[in-house]
């Protein structure tokens, strides 16, 4: 069981569990409360959402460490699981039930709740784990913009399943809905590039041993680094416009947050990037973005909090 859910990346799923929960419960809902008006996804159908979501990331963890075995061999020694721990016949079933079990269960929320094409934009990204796990990984930037797109979509998705509400209930705010929603897509978009390519920097060695084509052994570590510090710096210029205009509100306790848990360290994050060169510097650096991620996710909380 724990190589198991180490082979899934269990703390990953436990971000976009959080992720679409949160933003249902702190975005839509008081919206459709306010407008009189409830959404598709009223409980239990948010947490089925939800895990449908983590069924099919949890598939494209697996398809991905399955046909990375002789990489993460370079990459990743002693932390390689199937092959190892878990046998190759076994990965290639866990992918197919998760996937089929995630396709499956956004087709039985798409008819319960009216959440039109759910069922088959689930498909559509189980498609895309898959093909970017066989093909589009070892291109320069195609699995990163792929991978950047999927996270973005955790938080898209769940205004996609209220599309339906909004265009036939006149009294929801869709412009603040619709705000929030390119927000907070946009900050996974930005903050996941970013992170995409700090981990093809830590795996140069393997990628380029198995002929990969990505960012960094095209262009060199030192532009990767300048292409990851201009989006970091992007992140932070949002990041500081975004206090200031809250505490245009008075929203003091929020703006200290993201002073102190989101800007401070994409900062910090920032300067360790140039002084990173090894593995295990990528490898930290990886963590601290994943972190920023997290607690950028927990800023929804305040939109309950401060009103």
């Known amino acids: 069981m724990n190589a198991f859910l180490r082979l899934i990346r269990w703390p990953n799923l436990v971000f976009i569990f959080i992720t679409q929960i949160l933003f249902e419960y702190c975005v839509i809902i008081p919206e459709f409360s306010k407008a009189g008006s409830s959404p598709n996804l009223q409980s239990p159908y948010i947490f089925l959402l ?40 076994w990965a290639i079933l866990y992918h197919i039930l998760l996937s089929l079990s995630g396709v499956l269960l956004g087709f039985i929320i798409e008819i319960k709740t009216h959440s039109y094409l759910l069922g088959i ?65 946009g900050f996974a978009f930005i903050i996941s590039l970013i992170r995409e390519m700090i981990k093809d920097m830590e795996d140069v060695e393997g990628d380029r041993r198995y002929n990969c084509r990505t960012f960094p052994i095209v262009f060199g570590t030192n532009v990767a680094k300048i292409y990851s510090a201009t989006w970091l710096i992007m992140l932070c210029a949002m990041l500081a416009v975004m206090i200031f205009y809250v505490l245009q509100f008075g929203w003091w306790l929020a703006a200290l947050y993201t002073l102190a848990c989101i800007l401070i360290p994409a900062i910090a994050s920032l300067l360790k990037l140039f002084k990173a060169r090894t593995n295990e510097d990528y490898h930290t650096l990886s963590s601290s973005i994943k972190w920023i991620m997290l607690t950028g996710i927990l800023s929804m909380i305040f939109l309950l909090i401060e009103k």
């Not at 970017?132 to 797109?149: C, T």
């Open 50 to 89: 939800a895990l449908s979501s983590v069924m099919i990331a949890a598939a494209g963890n697996i398809i991905n460490d399955y046909f990375d075995i002789n990489i993460d061999l370079i990459n990743k020694p002693g932390k390689q699981i199937i092959g190892k721990h878990i046998h190759r016949h």
């Open 121 to 185: 934009t689930n498909l559509i990204c189980v498609a895309l784990l898959f093909f970017y796990s066989v093909y589009f990984k070892r291109k320069l930037l195609s699995g990163n913009i792929i991978i950047s797109l999927l996270t973005a979509w955790t938080v898209l998705v769940v205004s996609f399943c209220e599309s339906n509400r909004f265009i036939f209930h006149h009294q929801i705010n869709k412009q603040k809905i619709t705000r929030l929603t390119i927000l907070y897509a």
